[in-house]
């Protein structure tokens, strides 16, 4: 049986939410389809320590703050999960969890939504699917013939399941600091930190209440045609978060050069040297989830959809929310997304009432 509703919203994470508010607001008729059978998006599978950037108060989405966490400057993921679920609850969104949304079509003046469970004919459609679901694993020689582990910052849980071990660490962003510090600071894990360029910490008290002011800037100086700032890029690229700052002034932090191979035991260098592992977690990022957009024929450059704003410029009933700065300023963090999220439903309700 195919549904016909004025929008579909594929993705039920933070950026599924904030749309949710913003087109409930515009008074337009939806669903959000989640593929996760639960709420919280991608937060209820980080791993065990991992804590915010902000306060909860600078954590929030749009029309409930976050409560603080007690005990916790920084609230962790599970708080955020809490908070998210309960923002589900609060507004009485229209979700459906469990339900994996195959592919978007051209129908017509709508849009066909193809879901494992049903068929849904949408006049636009709201893309947030994120990115987690899409790890990126860059191609190494000899990652066929290593005999140890390898895992993906999305497998990643806690210390405990390399106790005793020997493990590369490879990413110089911030999981890969984050983790790197995670496991060393447990004193019964050998870490090995690998990194393409050195590692760039940023300023100590810099946390995510100054990451969003300064990806707004500079989006606004772009906009107006100013001078790029260079944004977050040009501060560093990891946040000093207080176990990353322990470990690094405990000198557990230090990062090698990336290595040139894997070997069956460990990896090698370009100089020669070596080190054993029984692990390696790739800490290399991801990319946009947009499989199900295929049908509409818009990938461009670096896998990117080309937007004006949120809108697709080539499909004027699509709009893409919470995949980074492209899909607007700090749009993929639980504080940014909240204004992208207001500009696409307004653009939507501009469209629908034409």
Known sequence: MTQRVDVVVVGGGQAGLAAGYHLRRQGLDFTVLDADPAPGGAWQHMWDSLHLFSPAAYSSLPGRLMPAQPGETYPDADHVVDYLTDYE?????????????EAVRRDGDRLLVEADSGTWRAR???SATGTWSRPFLPAVPGSGIFSGRQLHTVHYR????????????????????QIAADLALTGDVEV???????????????????LFDVATARR????????DTGGVAALGDIVAVPPVRAARDAGLLTARPMFSRLTATGVRWADGSRAEADAVIWCTGFRPALAHLAP???????GHIPVSGTR????????LLGYGDWTGPASA??????????????????LLSG
């Open 296 to 302: 509409l024929g818009l990938r461009g450059p670096r």
């Open 312 to 319: 697709a410029v080539a499909e004027r009933r699509l709009h």
């Open 89 to 101: 609850k609060r507004y009485d969104l229209p979700l459906q969890h469990g339900t994996r949304v």
């Open 192 to 210: 090995t930190w690998a990194t393409p360029r050195p590692p760039r910490f940023l300023p100590d008290d810099i946390d995510g209440r100054v």
């Open 124 to 126: 636009a459609v709201i």
């Open 333 to 350: 963090t639980l504080i940014g997304v909240g204004r992208p999220a207001r500009d696409a439903a307004r653009d939507i309700a501009r």
């Open 220 to 227: 606004r100086a772009l906009d107006e045609g100013r001078t």
């Open 158 to 177: 806690r210390p405990a399941d390399f106790a005793g071990q020997r493990v590369i660490v490879v990413g110089g962003g911030n999981s890969g600091a």
